[in-house]
C-alpha cells in the first residue's frame, strides 16, 4: 500500500487556461513524473492512472493532467497543434518547479500518441533544460522530428511489438536522437497495450528507466523570468 504526503487535484493557472491536474506525492517520492494529455480528460482513463499508480508504488510522485480543457478538445486540430501543446507542458513545467510540494523534485516526461511529441518538444526546447527523462509508450515522436537532435535527456520509446506502423515511425525517431535512448518492445502487444500483461510490461519498463536516469532534487535553476 502507497503512504502518500499529497494526493488531491490542483489548479494550473496559465495566461489563457486554467487547467486542472492530480497531483500524488507519496511519502519519500524519488522525483516528479509529468503526465501530458490533450484529450480533455486522459487524466481519469483507466489505463493512465494504471501506470501512473504503478509509478506511485515505486515511490515517484506523479501529476496527471490534460494540456486542453474539454471543450478544446473537441476541435481536432487543436488535438494535433503539437506547438501549443509543448508550451502549455513547458508553463506546468514551470508551475512544477514554483509549487513547494514539487519544487524540490527532479522532473521527467511521459506521453503517448501526439502527447509523446509535446513531452518530447518541450524537453528539447531551446533553453529550458528542465526535465532529467523523457519516455514515450505507444507514442509519435516523429511528429516532434525538428527537435529530436536537440535532446539532451535520456529517452526511452516504448512500442507494442504489433504496432508495427508505430513501430516503423519509433525507429525512425531514434535515428535522429543523440543522447542515451533506447527502444523497447512489448512482445504481441497493440497500439494501445490492451493485451494481457502488457500495459503493466509497459510501465515497468517506464518505471526502471525513470529509476535509473530521474534522481531527487532540481537539475537546474528555476526560470524566473517564466510565467
Known amino acids: 500500500m502507497t503512504n502518500y504526503k499529497f494526493n488531491e487535484?490542483?489548479?494550473i493557472d496559465m495566461e489563457d487556461v486554467a487547467l486542472v491536474g492530480d497531483l500524488a506525492i507519496p511519502e519519500d517520492a524519488l522525483g516528479l513524473v509529468i503526465f501530458a494529455y490533450a484529450s480533455g480528460d486522459g487524466r481519469l482513463q483507466?489505463?493512465?492512472?494504471?501506470v501512473a499508480e504503478h509509478l506511485q508504488r515505486s515511490r515517484f510522485a506523479t501529476l496527471l493532467f490534460d494540456l486542453l480543457t474539454e471543450e478544446e478538445a473537441q476541435d481536432i486540430k487543436k488535438q494535433r497543434d503539437i506547438t501549443k501543446l509543448t508550451q502549455r507542458l513547458i508553463q506546468t513545467t514551470y508551475w512544477v518547479q514554483k509549487d513547494s510540494r514539487t519544487a524540490?523534485?527532479?522532473?521527467?516526461?511521459?506521453g503517448a500518441d501526439t502527447e509523446a511529441a509535446a513531452a518530447i518538444g518541450a524537453a528539447a526546447a531551446e533553453g529550458s533544460e528542465i526535465a532529467q527523462a523523457v519516455v514515450s509508450y505507444g507514442g509519435r515522436p516523429d511528429l516532434a522530428d525538428a527537435v529530436l537532435p536537440d535532446l539532451q535527456v535520456p529517452t526511452l520509446l516504448i512500442v507494442g511489438g504489433k504496432d508495427e506502423a508505430v513501430l516503423e515511425m519509433n525507429i525512425q525517431a531514434q535515428n535522429q536522437i543523440q543522447t542515451i535512448h533506447d527502444v523497447e518492445l512489448v512482445p504481441d502487444a497493440t497500439h494501445k497495450f490492451e493485451e494481457p500483461g502488457a500495459l503493466e510490461m509497459a510501465a515497468q519498463l517506464a518505471t526502471d528507466w525513470f529509476r535509473k536516469y530521474l534522481k531527487r532534487g532540481k537539475q537546474h535553476p528555476l526560470h524566473q523570468n517564466q510565467p
Open 9 to 11: 487535484s490542483v489548479r
Open 46 to 50: 483507466e489505463s493512465n492512472r494504471f
Open 104 to 110: 524540490e523534485f527532479g522532473i521527467g516526461y511521459i
